[in-house]
């Protein structure tokens, strides 16, 4: 499985932009680029998707590099409810069309007021 | 609109024994993923249901299986419970095979002892 490697912690302040970047060196030309993210006793919330353009939405945006080898979610502004573990996904197609999302370790962002 | 809806969110077994974890997905998602999360990591992909079709299974033993109904409701079954079966178990939906991104229940919290 194509694997993303992420930096286990990040802080931020409340109301500034937020870059949280990831590694996927190994990543096949169909992988599709997934971010979830997680707040405490919940399950993982869809943040944004993309497979080689830049994407935005009303969460977040997505950069892809060139290369596809790394990308970085962007928070515009972040507020205390962005506090979570953030993971970086790459959506691995396997045989007779099954799908799965291999979750790695996640990146926990602190969101100081 | 009802997200996806795990039933129960928490229960306790006793190693040796069975259970059953049930998933609602939102209305008109056909397909449905399981997902194990142990404390302290990512969540480990365990199937994948599509049109009541098994689509992909994880790296787990034969105890584990699973089955979609015709309203696409899903069941997870564990058999002969371990200790290290105790997880949050999530289950997630979408309209067809992850073709956007997929919408996660809060999980079932299952403790082994």
């Known amino acids: 499985d194509a694997k993303t490697t992420q930096p286990n912690s990040m802080e931020s302040n409340e109301e500034e932009p937020v870059h949280l970047p990831c590694n996927h060196s190994?990543?096949?030309?169909?992988?599709?680029i997934h971010w979830y993210r997680q707040l405490p006793s919940q399950g993982p919330e869809y943040v944004i998707h993309?497979?080689?353009s830049n994407v935005n939405n009303r969460m977040a945006s997505l950069a892809i590099a060139e290369d596809r080898k790394s990308s970085t979610l962007i928070l515009h502004r972040a507020t205390l409810r962005d506090a979570a573990v953030y993971y970086c996904?790459?959506?691995?197609?396997?045989?007779?069309?099954?799908?799965?999302?291999?979750f790695g370790k996640g990146t926990k962002l602190t969101v100081n007021p | 609109d009802a997200g996806v809806t795990q039933s129960p969110t928490h229960l306790i077994k006793t190693r040796g024994q069975h259970v059953t974890l049930r998933c609602s997905p939102i209305?008109?998602?056909?397909?449905v993923s399981w997902y194990q999360q142990v404390l302290g990591q990512g969540p480990q992909f365990i199937f994948q249901?599509?049109?009541?079709?098994?689509?992909g299974r994880g790296n787990f033993p034969d105890r584990f299986s699973a089955r979609q109904f015709p309203n696409y409701s899903s069941e997870l079954n564990v058999n002969a419970l371990l200790l290290g079966d105790s997880a949050l178990y999530l289950c997630a939906s979408s309209w067809e095979t992850g073709r956007e991104g997929y919408t996660f229940g809060s999980g079932t919290r299952l403790t082994v002892v």
């Open positions: 209305s008109g998602h056909k397909s």
């Open positions: 993309g497979l080689t």
């Open positions: 190994t990543i096949s030309g169909t992988d599709y």
């Open positions: 249901y599509y049109e009541k079709e098994e689509r």
């Open positions: 996904i790459l959506r691995a197609l396997g045989t007779g069309g099954s799908e799965k999302l291999v």
